[in-house]
């Protein structure tokens, strides 16, 4: 049926599918345009959904007419009756956020290879909220061969490491080639990659991860610098990350010692701000650094440190290098009973 009518049929009480609701928005003759203003008021959403609970109404339910199976909408909608007190309205939305979610759960797990379906980048993102976590990183996401359109989210838990999410956003996808086509001769130079680069140019800092990423592997350094500090200076984890990574491997090849030591001095901040942000991975491999004495030999316990803190935070790696160190005694003081809680936690961690 026409989305339209759907619509109407919820209106008026009926039950109607998500994934009919889904489905019938992304074939609407008018998406391109649905689309803009479902994407420009969830934008607003996200910037007042902590802080402003009663702008959230009118927001809220322009979303729902826009697309009545929004998470955005719905849950935005949740917390502005929770806020003036009206529990039977808030529950109406509560239940539409654990259908939406169930008929997500029901086309994938989440995985890369079974990503989630989201109508929009903000949708991913509140989904997370939804589930009480905090989105830290953010990066667009296409296929070898360059047909699928999607988003990776790393959210943190009040505790726990950080999780990641992976969305199918091919009605974004759909929706601006459908513009583009309106308005060029044909759409041979459409593609994912060139929806990231608008994006990028428009400031969304997942999309300028991704270019920063994608120039990293093509080794145009100081090309994919520039795009992974803007990223990172909005708080995207992903860009810190890679942007450690990327600096560590000029340190690496540094001709002189000056070079290196620039280099490495990148390296810690931006694995600092990646922790700051609650990623045990960088504490893992800040901590090797330490440990290898790319910092000074005063700051290898600072190392043990990290990597205690890691594991504590379910890490792995972070446990079974501890082991190791607590079997050997270096750097430690040997103790075979810590060495055998930690072999054991990394193991429970990899099964």
């Known amino acids: 049926a026409p989305y339209s009518e759907l619509h109407d049929r919820v209106a008026n009480g009926e039950m109607v599918p998500v994934a009919d609701l889904r489905e019938s928005f992304r074939r609407d003759i008018t998406l391109p345009e649905r689309m803009e203003r479902l994407m420009e008021l969830e934008a607003q959403a996200l910037q007042l959904v902590e802080d402003e609970p009663l ?62 379906p989201s109508m929009t980048s903000v949708e991913a993102q509140m989904y997370a909220i939804s589930l009480g976590m905090s989105p830290v990183g953010a990066i667009y996401q296409t296929s070898e061969e360059g047909a699928q359109f999607g988003l990776m989210i790393q959210a943190r838990p009040e505790t726990g490491p950080i999780q990641s999410f992976h969305f199918d956003l091919g009605a974004v996808y759909d929706a601006m080639r459908q513009d583009f086509q309106a308005t060029a001769a044909d759409d041979d130079d459409f593609s994912p990659v060139s929806v990231i680069g608008y994006l990028a140019k428009r400031g969304d800092t997942a999309a300028q991860a991704a270019i920063g990423a994608f120039l990293a592997s093509q080794n145009r350094t100081k090309d994919a610098i520039d795009w992974l500090r803007a990223s990172s200076r909005a708080g995207n984890l992903v860009a810190s990350s890679v942007l450690a990574q990327l600096y560590w491997r000029k340190a690496s090849t540094a001709e002189s010692a000056e070079e290196k030591a620039e280099a490495l001095d990148e390296v810690l901040e931006n694995y600092l701000h990646a922790i700051a942000l ?11 650094l330490y440990l290898n004495n790319h910092y000074g030999e005063e700051n290898r316990a600072s190392g043990v440190t990290l990597l205690t803190q890691a594991a504590s935070a379910e890490h792995s790696d972070a446990a079974m290098f501890l082991a190791h160190l607590y079997y050997t005694g270096d750097l430690v003081e040997r103790d075979l009973d810590k060495a055998r809680s930690y072999y054991v936690q990394a193991a429970e961690l990899e099964n």
């Open 55 to 116: 702008k959230l109404g009118s927001i809220g339910s322009a979303i729902l007419d826009t697309y009545q199976a929004s998470i955005t909408g719905h849950y935005v909608m949740s917390r502005f009756y929770e806020h003036v007190a009206t529990e039977e309205a808030a529950a109406t939305h509560l239940d539409w956020l654990a259908r939406i979610r169930e008929d997500m759960a029901s086309v994938g797990d989440g995985s890369r290879e079974r990503p989630y």
């Open 278 to 288: 609650g990623s045990t991975d960088a504490m893992y491999e800040l901590a090797v």
